[in-house]
Protein backbone atom coordinates (compact mmCIF):
# COMPACT_ATOMS: atom_id res chain seq x y z
CA UNK A 1 0.00 0.00 0.00
CA UNK A 2 1.42 3.45 -1.10
CA UNK A 3 2.10 6.07 1.62
CA UNK A 4 -0.29 8.56 -0.07
CA UNK A 5 -3.46 5.71 0.25
CA UNK A 6 -2.45 4.94 3.46
CA UNK A 7 -2.16 8.54 4.67
CA UNK A 8 -5.94 9.30 3.47
CA UNK A 9 -8.10 8.43 6.46
CA UNK A 10 -5.78 10.09 8.91
CA UNK A 11 -6.68 13.84 6.33
CA UNK A 12 -10.00 12.54 6.31
CA UNK A 13 -10.09 12.51 10.07
CA UNK A 14 -8.10 15.39 10.54
CA UNK A 15 -10.70 17.36 8.38
CA UNK A 16 -13.23 15.97 9.75
CA UNK A 17 -13.07 16.60 12.96
CA UNK A 18 -13.02 20.27 13.45
CA UNK A 19 -15.52 20.28 10.55
CA UNK A 20 -18.21 18.87 12.09
CA UNK A 21 -17.11 20.14 15.70
CA UNK A 22 -17.18 23.74 14.46
CA UNK A 23 -18.61 24.81 11.43
CA UNK A 24 -21.45 22.15 11.13
CA UNK A 25 -22.52 23.00 14.48
CA UNK A 26 -22.74 26.54 13.47
CA UNK A 27 -19.80 28.12 15.69
CA UNK A 28 -18.07 29.29 12.41
CA UNK A 29 -19.68 30.37 9.88
CA UNK A 30 -19.35 28.74 6.58
CA UNK A 31 -17.73 32.06 4.99
CA UNK A 32 -14.80 31.24 7.00
CA UNK A 33 -14.21 28.14 5.70
CA UNK A 34 -10.70 28.82 5.16
CA UNK A 35 -9.82 28.27 8.98
CA UNK A 36 -10.37 24.81 9.00
CA UNK A 37 -6.64 23.82 8.50
CA UNK A 38 -5.88 26.37 11.54
CA UNK A 39 -9.18 24.35 13.23
CA UNK A 40 -7.65 21.38 12.24
CA UNK A 41 -4.20 22.06 13.87
CA UNK A 42 -6.47 21.30 17.22
CA UNK A 43 -9.45 19.33 16.68
CA UNK A 44 -7.38 17.31 14.16
CA UNK A 45 -4.47 16.11 15.94
CA UNK A 46 -6.18 15.61 18.78
CA UNK A 47 -8.81 13.13 17.18
CA UNK A 48 -6.39 11.41 15.19
CA UNK A 49 -3.45 11.00 18.34
CA UNK A 50 -6.33 9.73 20.49
CA UNK A 51 -7.45 7.29 17.40
CA UNK A 52 -3.51 5.95 16.67
CA UNK A 53 -2.86 5.78 20.50
CA UNK A 54 -5.63 3.66 21.14
CA UNK A 55 -5.10 1.39 17.84
CA UNK A 56 -2.01 1.34 18.29
CA UNK A 57 -1.89 -0.52 22.14
CA UNK A 58 -4.72 -3.15 21.03
CA UNK A 59 -7.64 -0.97 23.04
CA UNK A 60 -10.94 -0.03 22.19
CA UNK A 61 -14.24 2.45 22.32
CA UNK A 62 -13.85 2.91 26.64
CA UNK A 63 -10.36 4.07 25.83
CA UNK A 64 -11.12 6.70 23.21
CA UNK A 65 -14.04 8.27 25.15
CA UNK A 66 -11.90 8.46 28.22
CA UNK A 67 -9.03 10.60 26.17
CA UNK A 68 -11.74 12.22 24.17
CA UNK A 69 -12.72 13.53 27.41
CA UNK A 70 -8.95 14.35 28.68
CA UNK A 71 -9.07 16.52 25.04
CA UNK A 72 -11.84 17.96 26.06
CA UNK A 73 -10.53 19.34 29.41
CA UNK A 74 -7.06 20.33 27.40
CA UNK A 75 -9.32 22.15 24.92
CA UNK A 76 -11.49 24.11 27.18
CA UNK A 77 -9.24 24.42 30.17
CA UNK A 78 -5.45 25.30 28.37
CA UNK A 79 -6.18 26.04 24.87
CA UNK A 80 -9.10 28.51 24.64
CA UNK A 81 -9.75 28.24 29.14
CA UNK A 82 -12.88 28.92 28.57
CA UNK A 83 -14.13 26.45 31.44
CA UNK A 84 -12.38 29.56 33.79
CA UNK A 85 -12.87 32.98 31.52
CA UNK A 86 -15.80 34.99 33.07
CA UNK A 87 -16.62 36.60 30.00
CA UNK A 88 -15.35 34.41 27.19
CA UNK A 89 -16.21 35.36 23.68
CA UNK A 90 -18.61 38.74 25.65
CA UNK A 91 -20.93 35.94 26.60
CA UNK A 92 -21.03 35.73 30.41
CA UNK A 93 -21.12 32.19 30.01
CA UNK A 94 -19.83 31.09 33.61
CA UNK A 95 -22.84 33.31 35.06
CA UNK A 96 -25.08 30.31 35.30
CA UNK A 97 -24.16 27.89 38.01
CA UNK A 98 -20.64 29.48 39.07
CA UNK A 99 -18.65 27.78 41.89
CA UNK A 100 -16.45 30.23 43.15
CA UNK A 101 -13.94 27.80 45.23
CA UNK A 102 -13.37 26.69 41.79
CA UNK A 103 -13.52 29.23 39.32
CA UNK A 104 -15.94 26.97 36.95
CA UNK A 105 -19.68 27.45 36.00
CA UNK A 106 -20.95 23.58 36.51
CA UNK A 107 -23.39 23.82 33.61
CA UNK A 108 -20.35 25.33 31.39
CA UNK A 109 -18.06 22.83 32.04
CA UNK A 110 -20.18 19.89 31.75
CA UNK A 111 -21.44 20.77 28.52
CA UNK A 112 -17.92 21.66 26.83
CA UNK A 113 -16.70 18.14 28.27
CA UNK A 114 -19.49 16.41 27.10
CA UNK A 115 -19.12 18.38 23.81
CA UNK A 116 -15.95 17.69 23.00
CA UNK A 117 -15.89 13.69 24.19
CA UNK A 118 -19.03 13.01 21.79
CA UNK A 119 -18.70 15.20 18.98
CA UNK A 120 -15.25 16.80 18.32
CA UNK A 121 -13.60 13.31 18.66
CA UNK A 122 -16.07 10.38 19.57
CA UNK A 123 -18.55 11.39 16.07
CA UNK A 124 -15.89 11.93 13.80
CA UNK A 125 -13.74 9.12 14.70
CA UNK A 126 -16.20 6.59 14.35
CA UNK A 127 -17.86 7.74 11.15
CA UNK A 128 -14.08 8.09 9.97
CA UNK A 129 -13.50 4.21 10.74
CA UNK A 130 -16.58 3.68 8.78
CA UNK A 131 -15.54 5.11 6.17
CA UNK A 132 -12.27 3.22 6.19
CA UNK A 133 -13.95 -0.50 7.60
CA UNK A 134 -11.62 -2.33 5.93
CA UNK A 135 -8.41 -0.85 7.36
CA UNK A 136 -10.00 -2.15 10.79
CA UNK A 137 -8.57 -1.19 13.88
CA UNK A 138 -4.88 -1.36 12.29
CA UNK A 139 -2.84 1.77 13.15
CA UNK A 140 -2.79 4.34 9.90
CA UNK A 141 0.09 6.31 10.87
CA UNK A 142 3.93 4.65 11.83
CA UNK A 143 6.18 5.85 14.95
CA UNK A 144 7.83 8.92 12.85
CA UNK A 145 3.85 10.24 12.13
CA UNK A 146 2.44 9.38 15.62
CA UNK A 147 5.33 11.87 16.81
CA UNK A 148 4.68 14.49 13.97
CA UNK A 149 0.75 14.36 15.25
CA UNK A 150 2.07 14.28 18.87
CA UNK A 151 4.26 18.13 17.97
CA UNK A 152 1.42 19.19 16.00
CA UNK A 153 -1.19 18.87 19.00
CA UNK A 154 1.29 20.67 21.50
CA UNK A 155 1.43 23.11 18.89
CA UNK A 156 -2.17 23.38 18.14
CA UNK A 157 -2.77 23.70 21.85
CA UNK A 158 -0.41 26.50 22.56
CA UNK A 159 -1.70 28.48 19.66
CA UNK A 160 -4.95 28.56 19.86
CA UNK A 161 -4.13 29.63 23.83
CA UNK A 162 -1.99 32.06 22.68
CA UNK A 163 -4.88 33.58 19.97
CA UNK A 164 -7.26 33.15 23.26
CA UNK A 165 -5.38 35.51 25.52
CA UNK A 166 -4.61 37.76 22.97
CA UNK A 167 -8.25 38.37 21.02
CA UNK A 168 -10.03 38.39 24.97
CA UNK A 169 -10.90 42.02 25.55
CA UNK A 170 -9.03 41.86 28.79
CA UNK A 171 -6.21 39.16 27.81
CA UNK A 172 -7.92 36.61 30.35
CA UNK A 173 -5.19 33.95 31.60
CA UNK A 174 -6.37 30.99 34.02
CA UNK A 175 -4.28 30.80 37.31
CA UNK A 176 -1.74 28.67 37.50
CA UNK A 177 -3.45 26.42 39.42
CA UNK A 178 -5.97 26.01 37.51
CA UNK A 179 -4.30 25.17 34.52
CA UNK A 180 -2.14 22.68 36.68
CA UNK A 181 -5.38 21.30 37.51
CA UNK A 182 -6.78 21.46 33.92
CA UNK A 183 -3.97 19.84 32.39
CA UNK A 184 -1.38 18.51 35.10
CA UNK A 185 -4.18 16.86 37.01
CA UNK A 186 -7.87 16.13 35.46
CA UNK A 187 -6.64 15.59 31.93
CA UNK A 188 -3.38 13.31 33.01
CA UNK A 189 -5.67 11.18 35.68
CA UNK A 190 -8.16 10.53 32.60
CA UNK A 191 -5.11 9.51 30.27
CA UNK A 192 -3.65 7.41 33.03
CA UNK A 193 -7.05 6.13 34.00
CA UNK A 194 -7.94 5.27 30.16
CA UNK A 195 -4.99 2.74 29.85
CA UNK A 196 -5.38 0.74 33.61
CA UNK A 197 -8.53 0.49 33.43
CA UNK A 198 -9.23 -1.08 29.78
CA UNK A 199 -7.39 -3.80 28.74
CA UNK A 200 -5.96 -4.24 25.21
CA UNK A 201 -8.56 -5.79 23.23
CA UNK A 202 -6.35 -9.16 22.32
CA UNK A 203 -6.32 -9.89 26.09
CA UNK A 204 -10.41 -9.75 26.65
CA UNK A 205 -12.51 -12.95 26.82
CA UNK A 206 -15.92 -11.18 26.56
CA UNK A 207 -18.15 -12.96 24.01
CA UNK A 208 -21.11 -11.77 22.27
CA UNK A 209 -23.98 -12.27 24.50
CA UNK A 210 -25.81 -15.02 22.63
CA UNK A 211 -28.82 -14.70 24.45
CA UNK A 212 -29.75 -11.08 23.57
CA UNK A 213 -29.72 -9.45 20.12
CA UNK A 214 -28.82 -6.15 19.07
CA UNK A 215 -31.50 -3.67 18.31
CA UNK A 216 -32.14 -2.02 15.07
CA UNK A 217 -30.06 0.62 14.19
CA UNK A 218 -32.66 2.78 13.81
CA UNK A 219 -33.48 2.92 17.52
CA UNK A 220 -29.61 3.25 18.15
CA UNK A 221 -29.63 6.46 15.66
CA UNK A 222 -32.60 7.95 17.41
CA UNK A 223 -31.70 6.82 20.50
CA UNK A 224 -28.19 9.11 20.27
CA UNK A 225 -30.53 12.01 18.30
CA UNK A 226 -32.76 12.00 21.48
CA UNK A 227 -30.18 11.96 23.93
CA UNK A 228 -27.92 14.71 21.99
CA UNK A 229 -30.80 16.76 21.43
CA UNK A 230 -31.76 16.81 25.38
CA UNK A 231 -27.59 17.67 26.31
CA UNK A 232 -27.85 20.34 23.98
CA UNK A 233 -31.24 21.75 25.30
CA UNK A 234 -30.48 21.64 28.55
CA UNK A 235 -27.56 23.76 28.04
CA UNK A 236 -29.88 26.94 25.67
CA UNK A 237 -33.20 26.39 28.05
CA UNK A 238 -32.17 24.82 31.29
CA UNK A 239 -31.16 28.71 32.60
CA UNK A 240 -34.21 29.88 30.70
CA UNK A 241 -36.69 28.33 32.32
CA UNK A 242 -35.66 28.27 35.73
CA UNK A 243 -33.78 24.48 36.22
CA UNK A 244 -31.22 24.83 39.17
CA UNK A 245 -27.42 24.42 37.75
CA UNK A 246 -27.19 21.76 39.80
CA UNK A 247 -30.31 19.85 38.61
CA UNK A 248 -28.98 20.08 34.76
CA UNK A 249 -25.47 19.22 35.56
CA UNK A 250 -26.84 15.98 37.22
CA UNK A 251 -29.44 15.79 34.21
CA UNK A 252 -26.38 15.74 32.11
CA UNK A 253 -24.06 13.27 33.79
CA UNK A 254 -26.52 10.95 34.27
CA UNK A 255 -27.68 11.48 30.72
CA UNK A 256 -24.54 11.13 29.38
CA UNK A 257 -23.16 7.92 31.70
CA UNK A 258 -26.63 6.08 30.87
CA UNK A 259 -26.25 6.71 27.02
CA UNK A 260 -22.22 4.94 27.20
CA UNK A 261 -23.80 2.29 29.42
CA UNK A 262 -26.47 1.90 26.94
CA UNK A 263 -24.68 1.48 23.90
CA UNK A 264 -21.76 -0.72 25.77
CA UNK A 265 -24.70 -2.94 26.33
CA UNK A 266 -25.87 -3.21 23.18
CA UNK A 267 -23.06 -3.66 21.47
CA UNK A 268 -22.44 -6.91 23.91
CA UNK A 269 -25.31 -8.67 21.77
CA UNK A 270 -25.24 -10.81 19.12
CA UNK A 271 -25.65 -8.88 15.74
CA UNK A 272 -24.02 -5.97 16.64
CA UNK A 273 -22.24 -4.94 13.64
CA UNK A 274 -20.57 -1.68 11.77
CA UNK A 275 -23.95 -0.60 10.88
CA UNK A 276 -24.84 -0.14 14.35
CA UNK A 277 -21.44 1.91 15.20
CA UNK A 278 -22.22 4.32 11.88
CA UNK A 279 -26.40 4.84 12.97
CA UNK A 280 -24.93 5.72 16.54
CA UNK A 281 -22.59 8.32 15.11
CA UNK A 282 -25.06 9.35 12.28
CA UNK A 283 -27.64 10.28 15.02
CA UNK A 284 -24.69 12.84 16.78
CA UNK A 285 -24.47 14.83 13.35
CA UNK A 286 -28.12 14.93 13.33
CA UNK A 287 -28.67 17.04 16.20
CA UNK A 288 -26.18 19.68 15.06
CA UNK A 289 -28.69 20.23 12.54
CA UNK A 290 -31.38 21.70 14.60
CA UNK A 291 -28.48 23.01 16.40
CA UNK A 292 -26.46 24.77 14.41
CA UNK A 293 -29.58 26.28 12.70
CA UNK A 294 -30.31 28.34 16.05
CA UNK A 295 -26.56 29.41 16.55
CA UNK A 296 -26.15 30.55 12.47
CA UNK A 297 -29.57 31.80 11.76
CA UNK A 298 -28.99 35.14 13.28
CA UNK A 299 -25.98 35.96 11.15
CA UNK A 300 -27.67 36.87 7.84
CA UNK A 301 -29.43 34.58 5.47
CA UNK A 302 -26.04 34.21 3.44
CA UNK A 303 -24.48 32.33 6.19
CA UNK A 304 -27.46 30.56 7.19
CA UNK A 305 -27.83 28.94 3.05
CA UNK A 306 -24.23 28.05 3.71
CA UNK A 307 -24.69 26.18 6.71
CA UNK A 308 -27.49 24.62 4.92
CA UNK A 309 -24.77 23.73 2.46
CA UNK A 310 -22.66 21.85 4.89
CA UNK A 311 -25.19 20.14 6.44
CA UNK A 312 -27.08 18.59 3.23
CA UNK A 313 -22.76 17.99 2.61
CA UNK A 314 -22.75 16.17 6.09
CA UNK A 315 -25.92 14.19 5.22
CA UNK A 316 -25.14 13.25 1.81
CA UNK A 317 -21.93 11.99 3.39
CA UNK A 318 -23.93 9.90 5.69
CA UNK A 319 -25.75 8.48 3.03
CA UNK A 320 -23.08 7.53 1.20
CA UNK A 321 -21.50 5.63 4.56
CA UNK A 322 -24.80 3.92 4.68
CA UNK A 323 -24.99 2.56 0.90
CA UNK A 324 -21.65 1.11 1.25
CA UNK A 325 -22.21 -0.41 4.90
CA UNK A 326 -25.88 -1.93 2.74
CA UNK A 327 -23.78 -2.89 0.11
CA UNK A 328 -21.14 -4.73 2.63
CA UNK A 329 -23.96 -6.02 4.49
CA UNK A 330 -25.18 -7.94 1.11
CA UNK A 331 -21.80 -9.01 0.33
CA UNK A 332 -21.43 -10.77 3.94
CA UNK A 333 -24.60 -12.50 3.04
CA UNK A 334 -23.25 -13.98 -0.10
CA UNK A 335 -20.19 -14.69 1.05
CA UNK A 336 -19.82 -15.78 4.92
CA UNK A 337 -16.23 -17.12 4.81
CA UNK A 338 -14.71 -14.45 3.09
CA UNK A 339 -16.34 -11.81 5.25
CA UNK A 340 -15.94 -13.82 8.73
CA UNK A 341 -11.32 -13.52 7.05
CA UNK A 342 -11.84 -10.06 6.67
CA UNK A 343 -13.54 -9.29 10.22
CA UNK A 344 -10.11 -10.64 11.63
CA UNK A 345 -8.48 -8.17 10.14
Known amino acids: MSVVRRLVPVLVLFLLAPFVAEYVLGNIPPSRLFLLPMMALLYGT ?145 VVLAFMLFRPTAARTTQPDAARTAPSPWLVGVTTFVAGSIFHALIRFGGQYGVPAAIEVLLNVVLAVALVALILWWSRAAGWSQVHKFAAAAGGVLVYGWVGYLLINQQGLGETLGWAALVVFMVALLAGIGLGLRKDARQAVADPVDNAILSQH
Open 46 to 190: GAVLIREVTRRTGRGWPTIVLLGLAYAVIEEGIATQSLFNPNYVGLHLLAYGFVPALGIAGPWTAYMLGLHTAWSISVPLLLTETMFRHRGSQPWLGRVGLVVIGVLFVLGVSLTAVFSIKLSADHFLASPAQLVAAGGSVAAVL
